[in-house]
């Protein structure tokens, strides 16, 4: 007896051993029978959405590659001019392995960095140089005070930190090595990273640059405001202007009402004729009527 079997080509978007696998649905062409190889699922057509790769598989050509990601090769994703230095393989996924640099990762870092560690993309050490190495090239620049210990600043200038001094201050840091923190009276809590002065002035009550407490006599936005006249030195409150006490013969939050009497030991009564007080006063006399 003859068996006959019929064989076909896969053709309903699908590919593989007895046409099981589906074709990618990122290849062109939905709503077309078949859209991919009906032996290797490669997509027939270019891919949808900006992806790439046989099958459509990646999302899009990789930034690695040399000249950037419109410089490879659609649809298979693979670099057209090489990889960026720092990076190898057909799609530039794959970083240098740790001890080597540059195109391909072909070269090895110095033996001068600390621990033979260099950037992938230069060749410049990681952690500076070891003691006793000066190649700028690899090394960097100088620490700008001239100590360093294997290959760290010991100290770097205002605004600046790092192992070779080579970062800004994160925001709300200033100084030397970025120590110090910013006033949190500055606005935004944002202040200069060499001097610390506040960039964008200062809340309610402290006085420019530093954003620092009123000077005594002074209260209100950016201290601006003179305190009553009639306080004392001890000088008014820094957001309501209220004095913390007033001079003699005043009362108020602003010292402003009068007191309408004389403090005892500032007066000398006198018993005249007729039954007659007259009070004589430091400065004032004044008749007060009959005893």
């Known amino acids: 007896m003859l068996t006959v079997f019929a064989i076909h080509k896969c053709n309903n978007g699908s590919y593989g051993t007895n046409c099981s696998r589906p074709c990618s649905h990122h290849c062109q062409g939905s709503g077309i029978p078949q859209t991919c190889d009906h032996v290797t699922g490669a997509c027939l057509q270019e891919c949808q959405d900006g992806r790439v790769g046989e099958q459509c ?35 530039c996924l794959t970083e ?19 621990d ?46 790092g192992i070779r001094c080579e970062k800004d201050c994160d925001i709300g840091k200033y100084g030397a090595g970025c120590i110090q923190r ?21 809340i309610v009550n402290r006085v420019m ?22 306080c004392d030195d001890a000088g008014c409150d820094a957001v309501t202007g209220k004095c913390l006490t007033c001079v003699k013969g005043f009362q ?8 309408d009497f004389v403090p005892m030991e500032n007066y000398i009564a006198v018993v005249g004729f007729a039954g007659v007080i007259i009070v004589s006063c430091m400065g004032f006399s004044y008749f007060m009527g009959k005893a």
């Open 116 to 161: 033979k560690k260099c950037y992938a993309e230069n060749g410049t050490c990681v952690d500076g140089c070891i003691d006793g190495a000066n190649v700028a090239s690899i090394c960097g620049p100088p620490c700008p005070y001239g100590k360093s210990a294997r290959g760290v600043c010991l100290l770097c200038p205002a605004g600046k930190t």
């Open 182 to 202: 910013c006033s949190p009276y500055c606005t935004k809590e944002s202040c200069h990273a060499v001097n610390g002065t506040c960039k964008n002035g200062c």
């Open 96 to 114: 240098c392995l740790e001890g080597t640099y540059g195109e391909d990762c072909r070269e090895m870092c110095s033996p001068d960095c600390v």
């Open 252 to 259: 108020g939050d602003l010292c402003e009402e009068r007191i």
């Open 209 to 230: 640059p530093l954003c620092t407490d009123c000077h005594v006599g002074w209260y209100g936005v950016n201290c601006s405001k003179l305190c009553s006249k009639y």
């Open 57 to 91: 598989q990646y999302d899009k050509c990789s930034e690695n590659c040399n000249g950037g990601s419109s410089m490879c090769s659609h649809p298979w994703g693979t670099c057209s001019l090489g990889c960026k230095p720092g990076y190898l393989g057909l799609h």
